[in-house]
């Protein structure tokens, strides 16, 4: 077996697929060494620390070009935009759309040269902490360019770009991304939508439907993906992927009624049909038959926003709730008084600065020159920052207890505006699997040599691996290099950074005895897998929060002394979660439910009910 051939299989495939990089015109923001793809090396057990270590940041020049975006922008989402209104009436209103339009931000990472702002990933998320202060407007933009236009930018010709970019940056026409149809969600590669070549082989000839369209009313250009008749190398005729530019012009192409969602209710969602739509050839995105790759690296290098976004509307939430609590009366005292409502707001700072740190790292990463590959930063950025969202929206609300879920407050509309992340640009289970299969694939890669001997009984490779699970036993010393005279951490995280040595070292042991163990297999067992990228997402926030907190010492920044203990808080947490979680990957561990886990869902899913006698049942 060579490569990931230890665990290769038509599911692995399905998951892993790293995006190729794509060159893109941008204005670079920041300057640092090409990217190593350093979530990968957390498998083998290795941190490379210049990927992360020091925060990467901005020179003074570039913080003022930020600003100058940000303050309008920030000015007109607190004086002009009114989030309940857009709520309750299930749609943003046409003068916030062409407010949103003059300002450019529907053109934010459209490159300067086809009339966009061109913005780095760093600005784009910084811009994106403030248009997340209304999820319908955040959605609805993050449609149009994060997924609708980015295939155009990503993989479309010169032609293509010049043809369609200038009018998506102005926001003269509106794009949307067409992959889920009714028989196939996370599963893209089973979509129904097929393109035919037409006789004259001028056309594709395009009949199907998509649903969960964002922008699907509202749009004039659509990146469509559907199935097409490739001939292969050896002459058979396979169905493969294409995506395409879509044009509403080109006739045969309707949308259903906006749907009637539980939260961002401003933001149009609707179905989209194509009947006979007549595709010119050169409007092909990529390769005929590359277009689950395209669908791949758009989905893959936008999700890393989703951090700053989310930490935006968290920052808001706090400052709102803090005044309430503070000048909330019980029992004579300030909520704020009380040690559970402390808790709360010691959670939700937390997790907004933890989000922060590996969205903004993330972003430096993705600026980085080579464009390399962050898929798995990317997909972490998003876990984390849509569950931390759920998290804390529901410890906001409960604060401010009935108050909190009356709609004369925007807390019960933050609840159901926050339960889309969890689902929406990949389900958080999909992309736990994809977390986990892309590291070990790398992983297996390179220690498919040193697996094949244990499994033939090399009798020097086993007691090498005997004396080393024999010194990590009895309590090896880790040193990873992050503190100490040429260390990157400062000396008050050091407990921090050797609490993340640690677990990193300990990770890389379990990364090689789950691929001796299950091989191919482990493609199957996805409550491994949730573990392994439950695992890597605590370590890549851990990263994030040191680097980050060690550059504010180092730099005198205000309230460093705060960073230093939510990073110092977190860091303890994961550490022990990370040592609980890795147990549980044992294969005898007291602390594996699976089997009962396993157990109790089959006869529960074999009766399609709960099955358990009423407690007011008796014995006949």
């Known amino acids: 077996m060579s490569g990931c051939g230890l665990f290769w299989g038509s599911v692995a495939a399905r998951f892993c697929r790293a995006p ?7 204005r670079p923001l920041l300057t640092s060494p090409p990217s190593r793809a350093f979530a990968k090396e957390l498998f083998l057990g290795k941190i490379q620390k210049k990927e992360a270590f020091p925060f990467p940041e901005v020179s003074r020049d570039e ?16 004086e002009e935009v009114d989030s309940r209104k857009i709520d309750q009436e299930g749609k943003i209103p046409d003068e916030t759309l062409e407010k949103l339009k003059s300002l450019g931000l529907f053109g934010m990472q459209v490159p300067e040269e086809y009339g966009g702002l061109g913005l780095s990933n760093t600005m784009y998320a910084r811009l994106g902490e403030v248009i997340g202060l209304d999820a319908s407007i955040a959605v609805t933009l993050a449609a149009h360019q994060a997924i609708g236009l980015k295939g155009i930018i990503l993989a479309g010709s010169k032609e293509q770009k010049a043809r369609y970019l200038p009018r998506l940056a102005s926001g003269e026409h509106v794009a949307a991304f067409c992959l889920t149809e009714p028989a196939s969600g996370s599963d893209a590669a089973s979509i129904r939508t097929r393109a035919t070549l037409s006789a004259d082989k001028r056309h594709y000839v395009l009949n199907g439907s998509k649903v969960w369209i964002t922008n699907g009313g509202l749009a004039s250009v659509f990146t469509v993906f559907a199935k097409t008749e490739v001939v292969d190398s050896d002459g058979s005729v396979k169905d493969k992927i ?4 879509v044009e509403r012009d080109f006739g045969g192409v309707t949308n259903g009624k906006p749907e009637d969602k539980m939260g961002i209710r401003g933001s149009n969602t609707c179905e989209v049909h194509f009947e006979n739509t007549r595709v010119p050839v050169e409007n092909v995105l990529g390769e005929v038959g590359g277009g689950f790759k395209v669908a791949m690296n758009i989905l893959n290098s936008g999700r890393f926003s989703m951090g700053s976004t989310v930490a935006g509307m968290l920052k808001k939430l706090i400052g709102m709730t803090a005044e309430y609590a503070c000048t909330r009366k019980q029992f004579n005292r300030s909520l704020s008084e009380f040690g559970l409502i402390q808790e709360k707001f010691a959670l939700m700072a937390q997790k907004a600065y933890v989000m922060e740190s590996m969205a903004y790292l993330t972003a430096a990463m993705l600026d980085a020159p080579g464009f390399p590959d962050c898929s798995i930063e990317t997909a972490m950025v998003k876990v984390f920052s849509s569950e931390g969202a759920w998290t804390c929206v529901s410890e906001a609300l409960q604060v401010l207890g009935g108050s909190g879920y009356v709609r004369d407050h925007p807390y019960e ?23 986990a299969l892309t590291g070990l694939q790398h992983a297996g890669r390179i220690l498919t040599t040193r697996v094949k001997e244990l499994k033939r009984g090399n009798v020097t490779t086993i007691m ?12 090896r010393t880790v040193d990873l290099g992050l503190t100490g005279k040429l260390g990157v951490v400062h000396p008050s995280l050091a407990d921090g950074a050797h609490k993340l040595e640690e677990n990193v070292y300990y990770f890389g042991r379990s990364v090689e005895s789950l691929l001796l163990r299950f091989g191919k297999t482990i493609v199957e067992e996805q409550l491994v897998l949730k573990r392994v990228a439950n695992v890597l997402i605590n370590l890549y926030a851990m990263t994030a929060v040191l680097s980050r907190a060690s550059r504010s010492i180092r730099l005198g920044l205000r309230d460093h002394d705060h960073e230093v203990l939510l990073a110092n808080m977190f860091c303890s947490e994961a550490y022990h979660q990370n040592l609980f979680t890795l147990s549980q990957l ?18 529960i899913l074999e009766k399609r009910a709960y099955i358990c006698t009423h407690p007011l049942d008796r014995a006949s």
């Open 20 to 26: 190729a990089a794509f060159a893109v015109s941008r």
């Open 63 to 78: 913080l003022n070009e930020i600003n100058q975006f940000v303050g309008p922008v920030e000015k007109f989402f607190t």
């Open 242 to 245: 294409t995506a395409f530019i």
């Open 413 to 435: 509309r933050f609840v159901r505006d926050s339960r889309i992340l969890l689902i929406f640009e990949g389900t958080n289970e999909i992309l736990r699997m994809y977390i």
């Open 464 to 475: 090498e691996t005997v004396g080393q699970r024999l010194r990590d036993a009895l309590g």
């Open 586 to 603: 044992d294969k005898h561990s007291p602390e594996n439910l699976d089997e009962l886990v396993k157990k109790v869902s089959q006869q």
